[in-house]
């Protein structure tokens, strides 16, 4: 199982009136010192299986023209290891977090 996270952002010389109501929210509820805030939007996409180069380059185009705006977004792709808690019954590990330590349920 892979899971790809697509993060989009505003680009910086969009304003971002979002961003900036929260800015202001933050300096009332007594969050001092913050510069800057931008809003933006995150997108978890699980799959069967790796992710191949052209699975990859897929997911790119998806991105550029599904999941954001390339007029006023840009677009970041990353892949982040997902622990499948179902696979790890018949581990050794005894992590403590560990859905079967140890592999006592087998």
Known sequence: MARVVVD???KPEILDP???AVMGALDRL???GVTSVRQGKRFEIELDGDVDDELAERLDELAGS???N???EDY???EEI???ADDCGDCDCGDEGCADPAGAGS
Do not use: C, H, R
Request: hydrophobic share 50%.
């Open 8 to 10: 989009v952002m505003l």
């Open 18 to 20: 979002q961003g900036k």
């Open 30 to 32: 007594g969050l001092t």
């Open 66 to 68: 599904l999941l954001s």
């Open 70 to 72: 390339p007029v006023i």
């Open 76 to 78: 970041e792709i990353f």
């Open 82 to 84: 997902v622990e499948d």
